[in-house]
């Protein structure tokens, strides 16, 4: 009868880590849970079996966390609701360490990393053609989320497979090591992965190279020592992949059928049926529905009211409706352009980038719950790799060239425009416009506080906007904000970490 | 020499046989029970006395010399109910015991709609608090013996019923895991309380033992009771709210002051001009009716009771109503001249539970009056539903609903269909065997088992806007089984040698507990959305949870030791083993000692007139707690957890199912608890007044409780594991008294108080000042309003500190600036201070029973003092909560008179009411009749009010809010009943 308290006399009912991979199947879908990391809460979809505790099933998401730290500190994105839990502090750029919007990201990227180090242990050896390939897409997700960490947070703690789960106090990391591992990471896994494009939504060598390019693109930021040079070697890869072209139309990336588009380079999946979440897309669609606008039109049920964009956003249209650049994609009926109160969707004009439908009006093809969306969130696609190449080369970069560089930029303003009639010279090309030509092409894409830090205008005040530093008109801001704190909760259960930027 | 005396014993209550009463020689172990027709045989020495006994009745004690039949009637007794008290394995002579319980019969107990053994014990025992959930029909309670003595596992006390443990596991379609168990079948009560008297159940016995006993078959011929009553339910209260009138005066003034967020002149024009009270809309009337059948006899050398017993009660909330059809068998036959007793039990119930759409309950408070419940939309099936604006100053009735807006409470009742059948059964054999070459040993084998099986289904039709999110219409089919084996092996040895009585009790007990279920959810048109799984035809069907079974096992053992009658020990000792925890911290040994001074029994007491009974009691022993909450039955291992089909991710154009590694702590391991406890129990003036002291300290360590771990170290941003301690410390006192004891009247009166003190000593391994505590009390969007932290009560509130003006009026977002920092205030938690605790100081219970000639009257009630509660509905009493942008008005309680606040203030103190509170739960009168119509028949009519009143300051619908957050609970009613008891 002693035995009956053993594991094994219970019953097969939970898979303990020892017997859980045995086939290439049982490895992919451990696979399938760090991909799924990104966007859904946890194992019951939408809302039970939560990954995190104490976090709301929406809020805790990845991507809506993500999106949230990305988008709301910037001239992007003002969210209606006064959420106790301190979003509003998020455009007020008035964050604290104890702020529950900035403790659910550097939770959930933490958690990510953890689940990588796990798969990565687990799958370490194999000489299974299909194992090897997973175990490099681990490492590649790590380094995605190690990125996440270094641009969000600068000395966040570091945990990799060589750290066996516990109750432990991981050390505490810093931008230069952390810049040089996840740069020797990728380099190490570059032919591990799959080639560019061999299966849908997988991390291949194409996600790998926009990686690289990102990383180096900031490395100013990071470590202070440009690699512009090194930026532009990983973009010529994808360019020379011959995997990639512009969507015809700009809006296919942001519809329900963008699995579609060929423009996608690393997508994070979305299905209204079989990934179900209230983060990601779903947040994002949801969130710019308010005001006088039709929750049917974008093929949802309903609409959250929370999100629009500042006036000082709306201005680098020259004409918000659309009519001319179809990036200004904008809802104005009952909206006015300022901000005068925070709390009132109406106040700022809405956004009407995402719809859960195809692009040709049809209803989104899951047949799915209408509560959620099919649209795959583009976490790197190609315009993004010409706006970088572009900003490169004007920043010194070598390897590419002025003319390539101007190509790259009229072919997405030929595209908005629908003819020529946008595109500019080469003496209109300069480092600023670049920035304004993303903010046009990559509204809410998650790349706007990375940005604005990477041309000095986040904090500070030389950019104001509607309610940067809590007023109106906008203030100037404290420069330590351009990385958020450590979370308190984790300084509390973690010896090993400190507030190593001064002002938190 | 010896002698044989035969007899008949009979019960002073009706001059019935009473069969199973004990028949001891005194001073020593040489005794047997009266057979089913209440006879017994005993072969006694020459100046033998002879000690009867039998749990409520009174102990007789008749001197046998000279005599060959001695007949004894046994007359019941509200003291002499506690002689025999049911103890861990076995049962103990009340002037035995050294620990600390009590004991109580449903007679003393409350009256009025029990649908579940809790209620009945609600405000009656000094430490032991008490209260129904909510007003519920079926609904849960929640027990807790002396304060809360865990945080992240179970504070439940372990319950007992007829020498079964019974897993109290929540399971779908059953409110109330106790609720299965008729009331009316209750015999007695015996709660355990201190460590002497809880450490035989080990690992299981931290947080008290409640021991339930079923009624036994009775005498010889057969006696049939019925019971019967029917009762009329109301709510007591509404919440104030603003009426159509009184919102469309504040929105005027709203609008012209213009400080409302989009609130415009045309939005205004989409008010209604109703005046629709919402909360009598959902509300009823509710009739339920109650009938037990009972036969009780012995056949041949069969002592049998049978009972049937069948409630209907329905709730005031309409379409919620709770059956239940419950039968109990108890068969108690003896063999061997009484050396082998077996004893059969069975439970079983049936309970229908129609749950209703409870969200109707704050649905109705927020729901704006000035629209009408109807308004003949043709898509949502009639019922006026928030739907987009046709145009700015118009609504289309057919139009889609706002997902967001608050759903019409009546559509939510009437367009919802969620009921559920619960069958369980609960059997145990328990045989008895007295070793006949050794008869102070006897042999006990109890082996048992609990079945739970549920189904239901939680529907919505399709025309239902409250359900337009998820495309319409709601379908959720729900399954579970709760299972439970016991095998319990035990000897006991009992012998007196002179002045020294020894009482030895061994024993092994094994106990499974497996649990399964599912969860099948769709829309209205059976596009799927949760909990299921795809078969081989590719067709979806319900996902089956991951069981969660564990083990039980252990070895015990106790001495029982006397000397002279005046110095009592008890030893205790419990080896237990879990299968939630790792080999190496798997058994543990939880002692216990018990020592006890009869002073009454002193020669220097002799002759006192004041002191009839004074027992001086001290104890101390150590506990466990293994009952970790969550899924994952092996926290301990590494473990993965497999995706529901709404969780996979797609690769290429297939998903695939996810593997998620668990979060574990290998070295989790039981929480532990030393308990002290000193009392005194007195009998003064002849027991007219009797009472008992207690004062204890709980000592909890290592408490299994889920805590942030650093980020990066585990699988999850909380892990369970070990770390803090807690204290409770507190007094109990009972008083029962006599105080007119005639032919005619007599007239009882019982106080019980409670003090208890709660405090957290230590929470983190490292003690860091600056640690912000354990976030609880969750209001949703991570809004948390209580904390757990080192050196104050669990779930203390953490609040900002509210300014009022001259007026005495709060200020609306002014607050103290505790931390001196300057600035926004509600920008830093600094500010935040800790601010009382759901938790009462005091909670005094009194009750009293008059008896004049035919007549009864009983009265009980409960004061409690120092609870606190968040009123989470009046925070909702804000202007900007009366109209959303995106289209759609709510109601305000009337409260927003006194704040006028415009916006949330969710972190005021102001919300944080005393909620100190009197109950009247029962006044119930009576009137028998010995011979109604023929000799035999006998009967008694009842009238009782239950919830007749309370008194309070609260201002919100109830004080008595068992968390501390008032969320809009399903409101307890005033219920008078009508009840006839017939015995035949």
């Known amino acids: ?67 949230n730290l990305q988008e709301l500190p910037t001239d992007e994105a003002v969210y209606t609701w006064a959420e106790d839990g301190g979003i509003r502090p998020l455009h007020w750029q008035t964050w604290t360490a104890t702020n529950s919007f900035i403790s659910a990201m550097y939770t959930r990227m933490m958690l990510t990393i953890s689940y990588c180090n796990e798969f990565i242990r687990a799958s370490q050896g194999s000489t299974d053609a299909d194992v090897k390939k997973f175990h490099a897409e681990a490492r590649f997700l790590r380094a995605l989320s190690y990125y996440h960490a270094l641009d969000l947070f600068g000395y966040p703690p570091f945990v990799t497979e060589t750290d066996i789960p516990g109750a432990f106090s991981p050390k505490q990391t810093n931008p230069e090591e952390l810049f040089a591992y996840i740069d020797s990471e990728l380099t190490a896994i570059e032919n591990e992965l799959g080639e560019p494009r061999f299966e849908y939504g997988r991390a291949d060598k194409g996600a790998l190279w926009m990686l690289q390019a990102k990383l180096y ?76 606008m039709v929750p049917a039109d974008f093929g949802v049920n309903g609409g959250w009211a929370q999100n629009r964009v500042t ?56 047949g799915g719950n209408p509560d959620f969306v099919d649209i795959d969130f583009p976490m790197f696609r190609l315009a993004d790799a010409y706006l970088m190449y572009a900003e490169a080369v004007l920043r010194g970069g070598t390897g590419g060239t002025a003319t390539q560089a101007l190509d790259f930029v009229n072919a997405l303003r030929t595209r908005a425009y629908g003819n020529a009639s946008g595109n500019i010279t080469s003496g209109q090309l300069n480092t600023a416009f670049v920035l304004d030509e993303r903010a046009r092409e990559l509204l809410w894409e998650c790349h706007r506080r990375t940005d604005l830090i990477r041309y000095g205008l986040l904090t500070g005040g030389t950019y104001l906007w509607n309610w940067k530093g809590n007023t109106k008109a906008g203030t100037a801001t404290e420069a330590f904000r351009n990385l958020f704190p450590i979370p308190a909760s984790d300084l509390a259960a973690n010896t090993n970490l400190r507030q190593v930027v001064i002002g938190y | 020499q010896n002698q044989i005396i035969r007899g008949k014993i009979l019960s002073g209550d009706d001059n019935t046989p009473l069969p199973g009463v004990n028949v001891l020689e005194k001073g020593t172990l040489n005794g047997t029970v009266t057979n089913g027709e209440g006879f017994y045989t005993i072969t006694v020495g020459t100046n033998a006395t002879l000690v009867f006994s039998f749990v409520g009745y009174a102990s007789q004690e008749v001197a046998a010399a000279g005599q060959t039949t001695l007949d004894v009637v046994l007359s ?92 109290n596991t929540a399971i779908g379609g059953l409110s109330n895991s106790l609720a299965a168990i008729n009331p009316n079948d209750i015999e007695s009560y015996t709660v355990l309380k201190d460590a002497s008297a809880t450490a035989i159940y080990g690992l299981r016995a931290s947080n008290g033992v409640i021991i339930i ?59 209604g001009t109703a005046n629709t009270d919402w909360q009598k809309e959902i509300y009823q009337t509710a009739v339920s009716h109650d009938h037990n059948i009972g ?251 991951v069981s969660n079974p564990n083990v039980l096992l252990s070895f015990f053992g106790r001495v029982n030791y006397a000397f002279n009658e005046k110095y009592l020990v008890t030893l205790s000792f419990r080896d237990d083993a879990s299968s939630r925890f790792a080999k190496q911290n798997r058994w543990v040994v939880f002692p216990a000692a018990g020592v006890a001074w009869r002073i009454s029994k002193e020669s220097f007491m002799t002759g006192s007139k004041v002191f ?282 009337a409260s927003v008179n006194d704040t006028q606040f415009y916006s949330l203030q969710t972190f005021s103190d102001y919300y944080v009411y005393n909620a100190s509170f009197f109950k009247m739960d029962n006044i119930s009168m009576g009137y028998s009749v010995d011979k109604l119509f023929t000799q035999k028949l006998k009967a008694r009519i009842s009238f009782t009010v239950q919830n007749a009143f309370f008194i309070t300051k609260y201002k919100g619908l109830d004080p008595e809010v068992n968390n501390g957050i008032d969320n809009n609970l399903y409101p307890r009613s005033r219920v008078f009943m009508l009840g006839v008891n017939l015995t035949y």
């Open chain 1, 1 to 67: 009868c002693v035995s009956d308290l053993d594991p094994e006399s219970l019953g097969p009912n939970s898979v303990t880590s020892a017997d859980a991979y045995k086939t290439p199947a049982d490895y992919k879908m451990g696979l399938a849970k760090l991909y799924s990391s990104y966007v859904v809460a946890g194992q019951v979809g939408p809302g039970e079996a939560s990954d995190i505790s104490n976090l709301d099933v929406g809020f805790g998401v990845y991507l809506r966390a993500y999106w």
């Open chain 1, 217 to 292: 693109l900031n490395a100013e930021t990071y470590i202070k020592s440009p690699r512009y040079t090194e930026c532009i070697t990983a973009l010529n890869k994808v360019f020379t992949s011959g995997k990639y072209a512009l969507a015809a139309n700009y809006l296919l990336n942001f519809r329900a059928d963008n699995n579609t588009s060929p423009e996608i380079i690393f997508p994070i999946n979305h299905d209204a049926k079989n990934t179900q979440t209230y983060g990601g897309m779903s947040f994002i669609v949801h969130g710019q529905i308010g005001g006088s």
């Open chain 1, 311 to 366: 006036p000082e956003f709306v201005a680098k249209f020259a004409d918000p409706s659309g009519a001319t650049d179809v990036r200004a994609q904008f809802y104005t009926s009952g909206q006015q352009l300022e901000i005068n109160d925070v709390g009132t969707f109406t106040d700022g004009y809405a956004v009407t980038k995402f719809k859960n439908k195809t692009l040709a009006g049809g209803p989104a093809p899951s």
């Open chain 2, 76 to 167: 019941p007794d509200v003291q002499a109910l506690n002689e025999i008290v049911v103890v861990g394995y076995g049962q103990q002579e009340k002037k035995d015991v050294t620990g600390s319980l009590a004991s109580v019969t449903p007679r003393d107990l409350n009256k009025g709609i029990m649908s579940s053994p809790q209620d009945m014990l609600i405000g009656k025992i000094a430490g032991v608090q008490v209260s129904t959930n909510d007003g519920a029909p079926g609904g849960a309670s929640t027990i807790r013996i002396r304060g809360n003595g865990s945080i992240q596992a179970s504070q439940d006390p372990l319950i007992v019923i007829d020498g079964f443990p019974v897993d």
């Open chain 2, 213 to 271: 006993t079923t009624k036994k078959g009775k005498n010889g011929k057969p006696q049939i009771t019925y019971n019967g009553s029917v009762s009329v339910a109301n709510a007591m209260k509404y919440i104030d709210v603003l009426s159509g009138d009184e919102i469309r005066a504040k929105a005027s003034e709203l609008l012209s002051e213009g400080k409302l967020s989009g609130f415009t002149a045309d939005a205004a024009k989409r008010q």
């Open chain 2, 295 to 545: 036969v009780s006899g012995t056949y041949k050398v069969l002592p049998y009771r049978v009972s049937y017993g069948y409630t209907d009660q329905e709730g005031i909330l309409k379409t919620t109503d709770f059956k239940r059809s419950s039968l109990n068998v108890n068969l108690t036959p003896s063999f061997l001249d009484g050396d082998l007793d077996v004893s059969v039990s069975f439970k079983g119930s049936y309970t229908q539970q129609n749950f209703g759409n409870t969200g109707a309950v704050g649905a109705a408070v927020a729901y704006d009056p000035t629209q009408p419940v109807y308004n003949g939309s043709t898509r949502w099936g009639g019922y006026f539903a928030w739907v987009g604006p046709a145009s700015a100053t118009t609504l289309d009735p057919n139009g889609d609903p706002i997902t967001l807006a608050t759903s019409n409470p009546v559509a939510l009742l009437m367009q919802t269909d969620n009921r559920s059948n619960v069958y369980r059964g609960l059997g145990n054999v328990k045989v008895d065997y007295r070793l006949p070459f050794l008869p102070a040993v006897k042999l006990t084998v109890n082996a048992g088992m609990d079945y739970t099986t549920s189904k239901g289904h939680n529907n919505a039709t399709n025309d239902a806007a409250f359900t337009f999110a998820n495309g319409g219409g709601q379908r959720i089919d729900y399954t579970g089984i709760n299972k439970s084996r016991l095998l319990d092996l035990y000897a006991n040895y009992a012998k007196e040698i002179d002045n020294h009585k020894f009482d030895v009790t061994l024993g092994y007990s094994y106990q499974r507990f497996d649990r399964d279920g599912s969860n099948f959810g769709r829309n209205g048109n059976e596009s799927v959305y949760t909990d299921y799984q795809t078969n081989a035809e590719g067709k979806a069907v319900p996902r089956q949870f």
């Open chain 2, 612 to 893: 009839s009974d004074l027992k001086l009691r001290a104890s101390y022993g150590v506990t466990g707690q293994q009952d970790v909450s969550g899924n994952n039955p092996y926290p301990y291992l590494s473990t993965y957890q497999l995706s529901s089909s709404t969780s996979q991710y797609q690769f290429g154009n297939s998903f695939t199912n996810t593997y998620r590694p668990q979060p574990y702590d290998a070295n989790l391991k039981w929480e532990t608890t030393g308990q002290a406890d000193i009392g005194l129990d007195f009998g003064l003036l002849e027991d007219k007044l009797t009472g008992t002291i207690d004062v204890y300290q709980r000592n909890t360590s290592n408490l299994i409780n889920s805590i942030p771990v650093a980020a990066g170290s585990n699988f999850s941003n909380y892990l369970i594991t070990n770390v803090g301690n807690l204290v409770n410390k507190g007094i109990e006192v009972t008083l029962n008294a006599k105080v007119v004891q005639t032919k005619n009247l007599e007239w009882n009166v019982g106080v019980n108080y409670t003090h208890n003190d709660n405090e957290v000593t230590k929470l983190l391994k490292t003690d860091d000042p600056t640690y912000a505590g354990i976030a609880t009390g969750s209001l949703g969007l991570q809004k948390n309003i209580q904390n757990i932290q080192v050196g104050y009560p669990i779930n203390t509130f953490l609040v900002y500190q509210q300014v009022y003006n001259a007026e005495g009026k709060p200020v609306e977002g002014l607050y103290v600036d505790r931390s001196g920092q300057g600035g926004d205030v509600t920008a830093s938690e600094n500010n935040k201070y800790r601010y009382h605790k759901p938790q009462p100081d005091h909670l005094f219970g009194v009750n009293t029973r008059v008896n004049y000639k035919k007549f009864d009257f009983y009265m009980s009630g409960r004061l409690s003092l120092g609870n606190y509660v968040y009123n989470n509905v009046f925070t909702g009493a804000n202007y900007s909560n009366f109209y959303y942008s995106t289209g759609y008005f709510n109601n305000l309680p």
